[in-house]
Nanobody, 123 residues
Framework: VQLQESGPGLVKPSQTLSLTCTVS????????WSWIRQPPGKGLEWMGA???????YYKPSLKSRTSISRDTSKNQFTLQLLSVTPEDTAVYYC??????????????????WGQGTQVTVSS
């Protein structure tokens, strides 16, 4: 399975960050799909996941600002992060796993990763 993140590289504070992960070589109606980010100089942070059936799970501290959805016709899933601040500046990754993994950030826990996309929050 291959994953590719896409979206704007620059977002203004208070705006909504929207990223899309396009999946090839597999269907998002199987397995589990996560969003993970890494702020500069910090470790990986699990943000949330969507399952093969469309159920969603979020990191509690981000739940009020985060939404993950999917488009099965395009084999894509999307991250929306509301009211961003400079602290949301990070490299954002999408990842795939065969089991539901909540909160995990160890790279070999996941079966596939996207290459990551840099998002900077700045005016």
């Amino acid at each position: 399975v291959q994953l590719q993140e896409s979206g704007p590289g620059l977002v203004k504070p208070s705006q909504t960050l929207s990223l899309t992960c396009t999946v090839s070589g597999g269907s998002i109606t199987t397995n589990y799909w996560s969003w993970i980010r890494q702020p500069p100089g910090k470790g990986l942070e699990w943000m949330g996941a969507i399952t093969y059936s469309g159920s969603t799970y979020y990191k509690p501290s981000l739940k009020s600002r985060t939404s993950i959805s999917r488009d099965t016709s395009k084999n894509q899933f999307t991250l929306q992060l509301l009211s961003v601040t400079p602290e949301d500046t990070a490299v954002y990754y999408c990842a795939a796993s065969k089991a539901l993994i909540l909160g995990q950030t160890t790279k070999n826990t996941y079966d596939s990763w996207g290459q990551g996309t840099q998002v900077t929050v700045s005016s």
